[in-house]
């Protein structure tokens, strides 16, 4: 596991060499590696660090409750015992994570805040996933969700099942088409929520 991971943080440095169509069905193909579900990891090492090897092979970031610092290392991931390290936030920024991994996060119990930003995979199927899981329904106050362009108004409405939130920044979204019927539907249905719109550059869809 890893020489994967030392492997996994060494490939996502080379994505920023520029792509031709059969790189970019190389890196598909990577990518789906990287999200694939291990329930026998799972089960073997409980589901938040198992959910931690994904996020960071996948080139997201973790931080644990307690901690002020990040984790962004495959290779220095804490060790010790499996119930002391809990994620309380996930910054996914420029990671590759996609729908078919999101199955790591039904067992965290303790995230509070997710970061979506510039994920190219993010489409409104991993919204409403997000949105269906019980614990993070329970748990999540905060997220952000920026230049994620296959997410439209569709997924975004889902996060209102998501009944603790407390703030929701969208920005960069050009997929969002009715602007002013979020703003609606967030206020009836999480009406203590605060929702920060920074779409200026969606109004030629209005």
């Known amino acids: 596991m890893m020489l994967f991971g030392k492997i996994s943080w060494q490939l996502c440095g080379l994505k920023k060499l520029p792509w ?34 994904w996020l960071l092979r996948c080139g997201a970031m973790v931080r644990y409750h307690g901690q002020q610092r990040w984790q962004k290392d495959y290779n220095n991931l804490p060790t010790g015992p499996l119930d002391k390290y809990k994620i309380q936030a996930i910054d996914a920024t420029d990671s590759c994570i996609m729908s078919i991994g999101f199955d790591h996060l039904e067992g965290l119990q303790h995230v509070e805040k997710i970061r979506l930003c510039k994920c190219h995979y993010i489409e409104d199927g991993c919204l409403e996933r997000i949105s269906q899981f019980e614990n993070l329904q329970k748990s999540l106050l905060e997220m952000e969700i920026i230049s994620c362009g296959n997410v439209t108004d569709k997924g975004i409405i889902a996060l209102h099942h998501l009944r ?41 869809h209005q």
């Not at 939130?165 to 969208?170: E, F, I, P, S, W």
């Not at 206020?187 to 109004?203: A, I, V, W």
């Open 20 to 53: 031709s169509r059969d790189s970019r069905n190389f890196w598909g193909w990577l990518n789906t590696v990287f999200n694939k579900v291990d329930y026998e990891r799972i089960k073997d090492v409980g589901p938040e660090r198992a959910a931690s090897e």
């Open 164 to 204: 603790n939130l407390k703030y929701l920044l969208l920005s960069d979204l050009p997929g969002i088409r009715e602007k002013e019927n979020l703003v609606k539907i967030f206020k009836t249905l999480l009406p203590y929520m605060e929702l920060k719109l920074d779409l200026s550059q969606n109004n030629h």
